[in-house]
């Protein structure tokens, strides 16, 4: 089990920009997919983005592709997610979670769907809004 952690959350103005952090204590990050998921207010669980711990392939979910980009930063144990060109809808609780040798993303076939994941962070508020 890792333990992961969010930051990197608050409130941006439409266009504005944010980047979230993943970090993980006693765990090298680098030998699991990371996937990031928001959940809106009513809504759904959404998987906006992930990377695969095998040869780093990154996927985007339609709504943030081309606004949003994921990225690992090894010596510090953390991966990124950039998130660029903010809008409204974009205002939800961000997690982040783990995926240990992408395992059970080679049997689902993606990383974009949160049943691959069993590690969850406690998640980062973002809120886009005037």
């Known amino acids: 089990q890792v333990q992961l952690v969010e930051s990197g959350g608050g409130l941006v103005q439409p266009g504005g920009s944010l980047r979230l952090s993943c970090g993980a204590s006693?765990?090298?990050?680098?030998?699991?997919?990371i996937g990031w998921f928001r959940r809106a207010p009513g809504k759904e669980r959404e998987g906006v983005s992930c990377i695969t711990n095998s040869d780093g392939s990154t996927y985007y979910s339609d709504s943030v592709k081309g606004r949003f980009t994921i990225s690992r930063d090894s010596a510090k144990n953390t991966v990124y997610l950039q998130m660029n060109s903010l809008k409204p809808e974009d205002t939800a609780v961000y997690y982040c979670?783990?995926?240990?040798?992408?395992?059970?993303?080679?049997?689902?076939?993606?990383?974009?769907?949160?049943?691959?994941?069993?590690?969850w962070g406690q998640g980062t508020q973002v809120t886009v809004s005037t």
């Open positions: 979670a783990a995926d240990f040798f992408s395992l059970r993303t080679a049997v689902v076939g993606t990383c974009l769907a949160s049943t691959v994941y069993d590690d």
């Open positions: 006693g765990s090298a990050l680098n030998n699991y997919a």
